[in-house]
């Protein structure tokens, strides 16, 4: 990839013993959360959706840093639409792949100041 193609990219930890997400039956919690990225491995957004014990759900955009300034953002575009985040929600690729690979490996979403909760 030359890095500035656009693309998303969605992961979803599978229920135990269920080896294809075709197979989770669509009533799981496990098609609820996920985390998903969207961009290019230039200039990408990553987000996490978390569900509650009583069924809601959090979504959060993920930062590299603590944000600095509350008042800065910046634009990237995803499927010709322009996303407003601030500069330190923005990941290049190598950024991303540690938290991809901390989700997928071990169930880990990044710490609370990292998370800004978006209201979709």
Same mark, same amino acid.
């Given at each position: 990839?030359?890095?500035?193609?656009?693309?998303?990219? #969605?992961?979803?930890?599978?229920?135990? &013993?269920?080896?294809?997400?075709?197979? *989770?039956? =669509?009533?799981? @919690? $496990?098609?609820?959360?996920?985390?998903?990225?969207?961009?290019?491995?230039?200039?990408?957004?990553?987000? #996490?959706?978390?569900?509650?014990?009583? &069924?809601?759900?959090?979504?959060?955009? *993920?930062? =590299?840093?603590? @944000? $600095?300034?509350?008042?800065?953002?910046?634009?990237?575009?995803?499927?010709?639409?322009?996303?407003?985040?601030?500069?330190?929600?923005?990941?290049? &690729?190598?950024?991303?792949?540690?938290?991809?690979?901390?989700?997928?490996?071990?169930?880990?979403?990044?710490?609370?100041?990292?998370?800004?909760?978006?209201?979709?």
């Amino acid at each position: 990839m030359e890095g500035y193609k656009r693309y998303a990219l #969605v992961v979803w930890a599978l229920p135990e &013993g269920v080896d294809h997400v075709d197979d *989770v039956p =669509r009533d799981s @919690v $496990a098609l609820s959360n996920y985390m998903q990225c969207g961009g290019s491995t230039q200039a990408m957004t990553v987000e #996490v959706r978390v569900t509650q014990e009583d &069924g809601s759900y959090e979504h959060y955009v *993920v930062a =590299r840093k603590p @944000v $600095a300034d509350p008042d800065a953002w910046t634009t990237i575009t995803y499927n010709n639409t322009p996303l407003q985040v601030h500069p330190e929600e923005v990941f290049t &690729g190598e950024q991303a792949a540690p938290v991809f690979r901390a989700y997928i490996e071990d169930g880990v979403i990044p710490p609370r100041e990292l998370l800004r909760t978006l209201d979709i």
